[in-house]
């Protein structure tokens, strides 16, 4: 494992000392936050490369799930260093890092550091079976295209430059971030909560201590708390942030039509095509998933007729 850290660092150093030589070599008239997007594309050139590389030598396929929440900090303060440390960037770098921050921790206590896999890589690589089909899915969607969205949702910070043309916007974009986030904070310690006590339940027999918990560990999932309003309250906090993000840029910017909303639509396209998948291999699993699907909407809190879809929360 450690000669697999070493070839990490040193794929990430070189492409971090190229973007460094090559920016520096780019003409003056080139703007700076053009000199930052290109840095931000090497760099994460050299994450793909290496997340590919090391599921390929070690058969595990979470590493993107590691850069998923400290990469995009790395991004948001490069764009803050590249703007001159503009106030409006700083902020955008610090909402960055409060949910990156927020996200690791949450990805840690759940073994995601310590060779815990996304259970949904085995479940995938079985479906495709094929050892070349399974290598070019990790390579083009698993490394590459989840690299490349942390890209997409990460790319507003590129227009926190300058005075803002909104600043009201640009204050309720934050307000929004941040309750978003809190959507997310409270769901994964509900689900935290949840899961410590079906453990415990399963291990040794320990009584429940609410009714909540009592029904949904009976019935195998999830389903009291933020979970009875939506399937995928932690969807729809990350979504909600990355969508006030974006909020954020085009207040600063003065127009919504900007590259940079492709970052959240992307991202949207990406949770429902794997709450499809996910509550696929959940209903599968707890007979009475069905009839939670057909009363609890998937990710927004809006009743629609006919819709099922979403993820089992692990």
């Known amino acids: 494992m450690r000669s697999f850290v070493l070839l990490l660092v040193l794929a990430i150093g070189f492409f971090f000392i190229a973007a460094f030589l090559i920016t520096g070599l780019l003409p003056g008239e080139i703007i700076s936050e053009s000199r930052a997007l290109f840095l931000v594309i090497l760099i994460s050139a050299s994450l793909a490369l290496s997340a590919f590389l090391f599921g390929l030598i070690t058969d595990d396929y979470s590493w993107v799930n590691r850069l998923w929440s400290t990469a995009p900090i790395l991004y948001a303060w490069i764009y803050a260093l590249k703007s001159g440390l503009n106030g409006w960037s700083v902020a955008g770098a610090f909402l960055v890092t409060i949910w990156g921050a927020r996200l690791t921790y949450n990805f840690a206590r759940k073994g995601g550091y310590s060779g815990t896999e996304d259970y949904r890589w085995p479940i995938l690589k079985e479906k495709i079976a094929h050892p070349f089909f399974w290598q070019l899915f990790n390579l083009l969607f698993i490394s590459m295209f989840q690299i490349g969205l942390l890209i997409l949702f990460t790319a507003p910070a590129v227009r926190l430059s300058g005075s803002s043309q909104n600043p009201r916007l640009g204050i309720a974009a934050v307000v929004l971030f941040l309750a978003f986030l809190l959507i997310e904070t409270v769901a994964d310690q509900q689900q935290w909560n949840f899961h410590k006590a079906k453990h415990r ?13 009592q029904a ?7 389903s009291s708390g933020l979970f009875s309003l939506v399937r995928h309250p932690n969807y729809l906090g990350e979504l909600g ?13 003065g127009y919504l039509l900007h590259w940079s909303l ?11 095509v794997s709450t499809w998948f996910t509550e696929s291999i959940t209903a599968g699993k707890y007979p009475e998933y069905a009839d939670y ?4 909407p998937a990710i927004v809190p809006i009743k629609l007729n006919g819709a099922v879809t979403q993820e089992e929360e692990v």
Do not use: C
């Open 262 to 272: 492709t970052g959240p639509v992307v991202l949207s396209m990406l949770f429902l």
């Open 241 to 253: 942030v990355w969508w006030s993000f974006f909020l954020f840029g085009a207040a600063h910017g």
């Open 293 to 296: 699907q057909a009363r609890v």
């Open 201 to 213: 339940a399963q291990a040794d027999g320990s009584v429940i201590t609410t009714v909540e918990h």
């Open 216 to 222: 949904d560990i009976s019935r195998g999932f999830l």
